[in-house]
């Protein structure tokens, strides 16, 4: 049994296989931050032994509604703003990840 830091065992260990036009990432959802939070991704090159356990790849485009469901399920109940404000913080974090994804499938599928 895992354990998560600061009581957010309530939310299960999420991880996902995204595949890029440069390879494919793993991205793992930090249990115990917010939606908003800039360490909410936890991103990882795929081998077999990170893609361990993952059934199903999800391409990149497709991802990003996943995002927005990610975003939701972790909470942003700290902002306090107008409903249209919060769905554009939403969309502009899914948007701001979807992009640091690729970034990073691009860095790891360059050569040294």
């Known amino acids: 049994m895992s354990r998560t830091p600061d009581g ?3 939310r299960a260990d999420r991880r996902y296989l ?3 036009d440069h ?3 793993v991205v793992s959802v930090n249990p115990a931050a917010g939606g908003l939070d800039a360490d909410l ?3 990882e090159a795929a081998t077999p032994t990170t893609t361990a356990g993952i ?7 497709a991802f990003g509604a996943k ?3 990610i975003i939701e399920i ?11 404000l919060r769905d554009m913080l939403m969309r502009e974090k899914a948007t701001q990840d979807l992009k640091r994804i ?3 499938a691009k860095a790891a599928a360059a050569p040294d």
């Open 23 to 25: 390879g494919d990432v």
């Open 102 to 104: 690729e970034r990073f």
């Open 8 to 10: 957010a065992g309530r």
């Open 55 to 61: 059934e199903l790849a999800t391409p990149l485009r």
């Open 74 to 84: 972790q909470g942003i109940s700290d902002v306090d703003v107008s409903p249209g």
């Open 18 to 20: 995204v595949t890029t």
């Open 67 to 69: 995002m927005l469901d």
């Open 41 to 43: 991704l936890a991103l």
